[in-house]
């Protein structure tokens, strides 16, 4: 991977940002599942896609600016918020993600103009982290995993990023299961 600082071994993004504890102790309102991450990389369009993709019409980001196929695995607590729409999905060593629910829907996503893309010539980028999908029946239990996409924006913040074409998005098909 060559997003320096911006990719965490958590998650795909936001490793320099304040964070959720991985447990969920610090995860605002009621935990409602503790569930190991991991996803695939895949091209726009992909029909595991639909529904999902905030933005189909932005390019998949190139080679250069080092997305990995593979996220590597990560735990994630997802809670739910006062509100019967409220919820939050933390990780360890990064900015919750806020957002909306609606039935098993959940749709969260966190932004930052901090990224640094070491390989598009130290270019500043801004960054929108997007994850959104099915939390999978549990029966009377919380709920038993996650179906869904992350899908990692960048844009520049300030000008060309040197041999990386910004904007562009990195997209994930992702699962969750009780760890």
Same mark, same amino acid.
């Given at each position: 991977?060559? !997003?320096?600082?911006?990719?965490?071994?958590?998650?795909?993004?936001?490793?320099?940002?304040?964070?959720?504890?991985?447990?969920?102790?610090?995860? *605002?309102? @009621?935990?409602?599942?503790? !569930?190991?991450?991991?996803?695939?990389?895949?091209?726009? %369009?992909?029909?595991? &896609?639909?529904?999902l993709d905030p933005d189909?019409? &932005? *390019? @998949?980001?190139?080679?250069?600016?080092?997305? *990995? @196929?593979?996220?590597?695995? /990560?735990?994630?607590?997802?809670? /739910?918020? $006062?509100? =019967?729409?409220?919820?939050? !999905?933390?990780?360890?060593?990064?900015?919750?993600?806020?957002? &909306?629910?609606?039935? @098993?829907?959940?749709?969260?996503?966190? =932004?930052?103009?901090?990224?640094?893309?070491?390989?598009?010539?130290?270019? *500043?980028?801004?960054?929108?982290?997007?994850?959104?999908?099915?939390? !999978?029946?549990?029966?009377?239990?919380? $709920?038993?995993? /996650?179906?869904?996409?992350?899908?990692?924006?960048?844009?520049?913040?300030?000008?060309?990023?040197?041999?990386?074409?910004?904007?562009?998005?990195?997209?994930?098909?992702?699962? %969750?299961?009780?760890?």
């Amino acid at each position: 991977m060559r !997003l320096a600082p911006v990719l965490a071994p958590a998650l795909a993004a936001l490793a320099t940002l304040a964070a959720c504890d991985e447990g969920g102790a610090d995860c *605002p309102g @009621d935990e409602a599942a503790e !569930l190991a991450f991991s996803g695939t990389r895949v091209p726009s %369009g992909d029909p595991s &896609l639909t529904g999902l993709d905030p933005d189909p019409s &932005l *390019p @998949d980001c190139e080679a250069a600016v080092g997305h *990995p @196929d593979l996220l590597p695995s /990560f735990p994630g607590t997802i809670s /739910f918020g $006062p509100s =019967a729409q409220a919820v939050t !999905l933390c990780r360890a060593g990064a900015r919750p993600m806020f957002g &909306l629910r609606s039935g @098993d829907r959940i749709d969260v996503e966190t =932004a930052t103009d901090g990224a640094v893309l070491r390989d598009c010539g130290g270019c *500043p980028a801004r960054l929108r982290l997007v994850a959104a999908g099915d939390l !999978l029946p549990g029966g009377a239990a919380p $709920p038993a995993g /996650f179906d869904g996409a992350l899908v990692e924006i960048l844009s520049s913040a300030d000008g060309p990023c040197g041999a990386c074409v910004l904007p562009c998005a990195a997209r994930y098909a992702i699962t %969750g299961g009780v760890p």
